[in-house]
């Protein structure tokens, strides 16, 4: 089956600094990736919908000059956090949508970010 | 528009069915199904595409009513492993692949 990675998993680090999580599709092509945010025993936050070659999208409300993504290729996206602050530790996650069956999303592992 | 998931949550025994409800106040293009268990990343169900369908695999199946923009999950003889957090994902009409996600429905099964 189709198989997203993220990386990494888990991230503790200081409040004013920048981190970097990578999503990648292992076995498929991924024209279109998005990104998520879940706070703990809620549901999942649309920040950004990401298309290869081009600009993302974000939500309304969702700063895109603190949360970048960047989609270089067909099978990788990263979201950057830049300035990290407290209130930005969550659980973020990516999903990319196979650019062969059209319809599924299939989500990486998540990754946990813990800003001090 | 956040589609409305019930219940918010339900505790079965196992061997027991389980419905859950999604219900949207937009016209969608389909629904999509996903289990999330604790600490992890959801995990792909099922979608049902416009056009009013039913699908299931093992004894797991949905229902979508195009009309009433309502979908449903249901689970039959329900086992340990089903537990967790179920989130329908709705795309409406004009969409660009997104979905929107309702506050999910945590199921817990007990032996």
């Known amino acids: 089956g189709a198989v997203v990675s993220q990386h990494p998993s888990w991230v503790i680090c200081k409040s004013g600094t920048s981190v970097k999580i990578e999503c990648r599709s292992l076995?498929?092509?991924?024209?279109?990736m998005f990104w998520y945010r879940q706070f703990p025993k809620q549901s999942l936050m649309l920040m950004a919908t990401?298309?290869?070659?081009?600009?993302?999208?974000?939500e309304q409300g969702v700063e895109k000059d603190k949360f970048l993504i960047n989609h270089a290729s067909l099978t990788l996206s990263t979201l950057t956090v830049t300035s990290a602050h407290p209130e930005d530790s969550s659980f973020y996650i990516c999903s990319a949508r196979d650019a062969g069956t059209y319809y599924e999303q299939y989500f990486g592992p998540g990754t946990r970010l813990t800003v001090t | 528009q956040q589609p409305v998931q019930s219940p918010q949550a339900v505790i079965l025994r196992e061997g027991e069915d389980a419905v859950i409800n999604c219900s949207s106040s937009k016209a969608l293009y389909s629904v999509h199904w996903y289990r999330q268990k604790h600490g992890e990343a959801p995990v792909f169900l099922m979608i049902?595409?416009?056009g009013g369908e039913q699908k299931g695999h093992d004894k797991i199946s949905a229902s979508f009513n195009e009309k009433k923009q309502q979908s449903s999950l249901y689970l039959t003889a329900s086992q340990l492993s089903y537990s967790g957090t179920y989130f329908c994902g709705t795309e409406g009409v004009d969409s660009n692949y997104q979905l929107i996600w309702g506050a999910g429905t945590k199921l817990i099964i007990k032996p």
């Open positions: 076995d498929f092509q991924a024209t279109t």
């Open positions: 049902l595409l416009k």
């Open positions: 990401s298309n290869e070659g081009s600009k993302a999208t974000y």
